[in-house]
């Protein structure tokens, strides 16, 4: 018997995923917190005086694992939503490709062009960039086509953090390719995430062969949701509770907190099945706290490209008035953090949203996934797109 569709539980979303996708976007802000104590040459930053240190610890120490949890996410998402579909030809490349289009490039542009020109005001007033130094033609055309992470870069470059995304792009052409060619075979998951361990332990590992890793360990939990997903709905407090004792008991046994960086990776890639299972789950939430939650998962993208533009505009606020920017200062973390989601907000209904739909209607003909119904169609797009 088939597992129900998670479409279908109350108020048709995601809302352990969308958590969880909100808690790693805010995790990233934090561990960028320290781009404000770079120096013109390096970062140099004493992390246990950072504001609110004591209570957002793991975020300053680990943040930057937001990144693999959102390949793990969307890895989820996509073999949740469009394995069959894609395998079984019912969306086409094409289609494939505007709802991947239509969702990431429109803001991405909009932060590269923005970046781009805090960047050129920032090094003229300060004498040299902010951060990320390749900020030429060259790099702005691999930024231009999303290219900027593919191996044919010298370093970090604009609006640094898309790099996850432009990584994460060259992942979906290997998940089309790989279904229209091979099938839905769980052994292409396994051997994916096999391969990530693999080229990590022989010290090849490239952020492409990590995200792959992720990305297919990610769909092996909605493979494991699919093929056994609870019947019943449970609350987020029983849905926490399952992800943390299937997982702590694993990130203890591997000294998580004094680990190598491939002991984590690993963990994570153990980990992150099992808790996208269980986050994965309906869920009772009121229709207000649900509305918040969705809402919080739909800012992820937004301040993702947004923070860093962000901290550029500050950072050329604090240089012009010939002020050192106050790091340590409780207010200008909380107004980065503040700013980056009141942004996010403003952007992604003004922006993101109408941008997306007015793609989506002109290159579109047919609606997308018609096999799902209307609805779950619908939900297949918003879910998909919040990568």
Known sequence: MRAADPA??????????????????????????????????????????????????????????????????????????YRDSVAQGAVGAWRFFVLRFSRLYPLHLATLLLAALLQHAYTLSAGHHFVYPHNDAWHFVLQL????????????????????????????????????????????NLAAVALAIGLRQAGLATAVSDCIGFFYAGGGGALLWRRFAPQQPGTIVRALAWSATIGLPIAAWAGVATASDNVIIYVLLAYMPCALYCLAQPLHAGRRLAGVIDAAGNLTYASYLLHFPLQLAIALYFDARAESIPLYG???????????????????????????????????VAPAAPELGQGAAAGAEREAGKT
Request: proline share 3%; net charge positive.
């Open 145 to 188: 086509f999303m290219a900027s992470h593919w191996g044919l870069q010298q370093g970090y470059s604009f609006n640094g953090p898309i790099w996850s995304i432009s990584v994460e792009v060259l992942v979906y052409l290997v998940f089309f390719v790989s279904l229209r060619l091979a099938g839905k075979s769980v052994w292409l």
């Open 330 to 364: 409780k207010l200008l973390f909380v107004f980065y953090i503040g700013a980056s989601f009141g942004a996010a907000y403003f952007v992604y209904r003004f922006l993101e949203r109408p941008a997306q739909s007015w793609l989506r209607r002109r290159l579109l």
């Open 8 to 81: 279908s539980t109350e108020h048709g979303k995601l809302l352990g995923l969308e958590l969880l996708r909100f808690v790693a976007a805010f995790a990233v802000l934090v561990w960028h917190y320290q781009h404000f104590a770079f120096n013109g040459a390096a970062i140099m930053v004493d992390r246990a005086q950072q504001p609110f240190y004591g209570l957002l610890r793991p975020f300053y120490e680990y943040g930057w694992y937001g990144v693999q949890v959102f390949w793990s996410i969307s890895g989820f998402i996509f073999f949740w939503r």
